[in-house]
């Protein structure tokens, strides 16, 4: 018996680049056997390799916005997801947003600081240009963060996030409900 496997060929360099260094990122986190590793145990191997914590923080995000996000400060990085998200699909957006973490990827600066303090008066604006700066779509950091994080699934054990998380410090609330306060109904259900 014959079985097909289809794979994509790599006819792009770009593409293939992106694939080689998401697989050396991967190799160099050196987690344990397939199948033997959380979303948490993963966590915690990515923060003793990067000397930070990771905290996962489920919030209610404004409609519109992204499922998740990276949030870095001065001592601890949070990853920020829907919460309202099926399971499985909060652990998709968990493991994209540990890719960007992973990859070191940077966010460019969207809005002055004069215009974040007005905006977001209780949030250091370093913080939010961070949060709000990511670049989407088909970047070349948004491919390779969703490439890491597809190769971080196939080697978790596939559990999904559990519910042990701290609460959301208040900081990341205050993002969360301002940014509600402008958002455009019509753009997500609400659940």
Known sequence: MNVMRWRPK???????????????????LNLPKR?????????????QRQGRSIQLVPL??????PDGLWMSTAGEDYV?????????????VVLHELGHLICNHEATPVMT?????????SLNPALVRRTLGREHSHSEAEIE???????????????????????????????????????????RRQG
């Open 80 to 92: 920020v997801y829907e919460a309202r998200l099926a399971p499985m699909h909060q652990r998709a």
């Open 10 to 28: 790599d006819s792009n360099p770009e593409a293939s680049s992106i694939r080689k260094r998401s697989e050396m990122q991967i190799r160099a």
């Open 145 to 187: 963060a969703e490439y890491v994080g597809s190769l971080l699934a196939q080697r978790i054990n596939p559990s999904l996030i559990s519910g042990g998380q701290r609460p959301a410090p208040a900081a990341l609330q205050d993002l969360a409900d301002r940014l509600s306060a402008l958002e455009n109904p019509s753009r």
């Open 113 to 121: 600081s004069e215009a974040l303090s007005l905006l977001l008066p």
């Open 60 to 65: 209610t995000l404004p409609t519109g916005s």
């Open 35 to 47: 199948g033997q590793l959380t979303i948490e145990g993963l966590t915690d191997c990515i923060a």
